[in-house]
């Protein structure tokens, strides 16, 4: 560890990212104080109303862009749907698979994406 300014600045020269002119910004009565934390500052605020912004709370306007379709079985992009059993699938495969499936397991894949149809 350096002892004098001059051997700062020598040292400072060599690691071109040191500034040697730095002054830490936390210093009181001539002592470093640890920076506080996100956690600790949040901590310390007190929340006023209930009309905070927060990141859950944003409203953003729809999209323009179409919602994008994935496959019920495989997951992969698709923008094929079964007329009769409203699946999406992504493969011919899939097609004779979901032909192939009992109606309850079908309502099952329906009510995991929200598309509560009750099949006739």
Known sequence: MPDTKAEEKQVANSLPFKNPDYVHSNVQ??????????????????????DSITYSSLDAPPSFKPAKKYSDLSGLETTYTDPQTKLHYATPEEFQDIRRMPSDLIQGYLTLRRANNLLQ
Request: glycine share 4%; net charge positive; aromatic share 4%.
């Open 29 to 50: 009565n001539g002592k470093k104080k640890p920076w506080k934390t996100l956690k600790q500052i949040l901590a310390q605020t007190p929340i006023t109303s209930d």
